[in-house]
């Protein structure tokens, strides 16, 4: 019985967002080849990955203040978009590279938000190329809001979107950190993995999110395990692990072993 997993590559693990747009192709090739490998351990192994932006859109997305919206240049809706294309095409080329039958879909050309939220987002053609055998590719990207004109949309957006039409079994988010911490593991001198998110601790752990020192880390963080959580909410037979994509060989060893006790396990 075939398994349908989303697969996130996260912006800090494939770029370095401290640089302007500066790929890690090193990491990129190696987990391309790892999700080539555990797809040919597993024919039935069915995949929709994405991926963030990283070093790429966030820094025309900042230059230009597109998430705030009400434009006065669009050209800075233009560069953002090119920008996220360009990390996209390095993201697709790898993966093809390793064999793996990956197939960008622009988020922007059918994405539709209000007020940052999105609303709309064509899912045939993710639903058609997954009945070929192809695996489709999505990524964060600027998008149409009918409030403020434009917005941003993340990669986590785009998979809640999806997952409530397609219900994958299973959600990976591979990043730069091994989970969900306490603090910011890369400023926090002190600071634990959280093992498991349940809806025995979700408060808990929200809480601990909103005041942790590290804004950056956490702040983000903090907004991917809300729109996460809400999901496994709404479908209680979904699980979420959030691994590092750092140690070589993990990425494939989850895919492989969905019972792999790695990172941190968000589910209802």
Known sequence: MSE???????????????????????????VAAEIAAALRARPDLRLVLGHGSGSYGHFAAAKYQIQQGNLQDWMGYAETGAAAQRLDRLVADSLLAEGVPAASLQPSASARCTDGELVELAIEPVTTLLQHGIVPLVYGDVALDTVKGCCIISTEQIFVHLARVLRPQRILMVGEVAGVFSGDPQRDAIVRLVPEINARNYAEIEHMLSSSFGVDVTGGMLSKVRLLWKLASEQPNLTVRMITGRRAGLVQDVLLKPDLQEGTLLHY
């Open 4 to 30: 349908l997993v989303f697969v996130k590559l996260g912006g800090s693990l494939i770029t370095d967002k401290r640089r302007y747009e500066t790929a890690r192709p090193a990491i990129i090739t190696r």
